[in-house]
């Protein structure tokens, strides 16, 4: 029984510790690698805005993290997520484009 308690409080504990990563960790400009086949410019700001800048369009959203993945909210009500690979790197689905692999400058 008191196995069974620590090892559930020890679950309890990484939960929360990666529940409540610290956002600030993951604020600058990630950008798409030169060979990939899109590019893409991502700016998370500390008061929690960002931009999503392409070769052809500008966005602007609010950005928040969960646990291991991020989103970001765009003004027109849409949400995009991605997952935190690394404090490094973001790996983010973008539908009708695919994956695309940000990475910190």
Same mark, same amino acid.
């Given at each position: 029984?008191?196995? *069974?308690?620590?090892?559930?409080?020890? =679950?309890?504990? %990484?939960?929360?510790?990666?529940?409540?990563?610290?956002?600030?960790? /993951?604020?600058?400009?990630?950008?798409? &690698? &030169?060979?990939?086949?899109? %590019?893409? *410019? /991502?700016? /998370?700001?500390?008061?929690?805005?960002?931009?999503?800048?392409?070769? %052809?369009?500008?966005?602007? %959203?609010?950005?928040?993290?969960?646990?291991?993945?991020?989103?970001?909210?765009?003004?027109?009500?849409?949400?995009?997520?991605?997952?935190?690979?690394?404090?490094?790197?973001?790996?983010?689905?973008? &539908? =009708?484009?695919?994956?695309?692999?940000?990475?910190?400058?």
């Amino acid at each position: 029984m008191l196995r *069974l308690l620590c090892l559930g409080v020890t =679950g309890l504990a %990484f939960f929360l510790i990666t529940a409540c990563s610290d956002p600030s960790n /993951l604020v600058g400009k990630y950008q798409s &690698p &030169p060979e990939a086949e899109h %590019f893409v *410019l /991502l700016d /998370l700001q500390p008061n929690g805005q960002g931009t999503w800048e392409t070769d %052809f369009d500008v966005v602007s %959203f609010r950005w928040k993290q969960r646990g291991q993945e991020i989103w970001l909210h765009t003004r027109t009500g849409g949400v995009i997520t991605g997952d935190i690979v690394e404090a490094t790197r973001l790996k983010v689905d973008i &539908p =009708g484009v695919g994956v695309i692999v940000l990475e910190r400058q």
